[in-house]
């Protein structure tokens, strides 16, 4: 899965390009964990060229999340579409994540 990463300031956005599955969540989890490695907490994920996520994918999400969070900032999503939203309200996982319709918004929400 291809990654692309941004820096905003103090702020780091990750926009994985493809399904949230197996590998390519793996490699997410990856690519925080060496944000992390570099003191970096504050943690975008640009889900809008994500179509879905599959159970793996999922748990994922809620590891970085966790892992953030241990930072003092919580992990923000944005460009979420209806079929990602609805699998993490469905499993009851969506409050645990803050929802912004783009990046910039999420972004500026860490100020």
Not at 25 to 39: E, F, H, N, Q
């Amino acid at each position: 899965m291809n990654i692309q990463e941004q820096e905003c300031g103090a702020v780091r956005v990750l926009k994985p390009d493809g399904p949230l599955t197996d590998q390519g969540a793996d490699d997410l989890k990856s690519r925080v964990d060496g944000l992390l490695g570099g003191g970096l907490g504050r943690c975008v994920v640009d889900a809008s060229a994500t179509q879905y996520a599959d159970s793996r994918g999922l748990e994922v999400l809620v590891e970085v999340n966790e892992q953030i969070a241990r930072t003092g900032h919580p992990l923000k999503l944005c460009g979420v579409n209806e079929t990602l939203r609805q699998a993490l309200e469905l499993t009851g996982l969506a409050a645990q994540f803050e929802f912004f319709a783009d990046a910039n918004s999420a972004v500026r929400s860490f100020l």
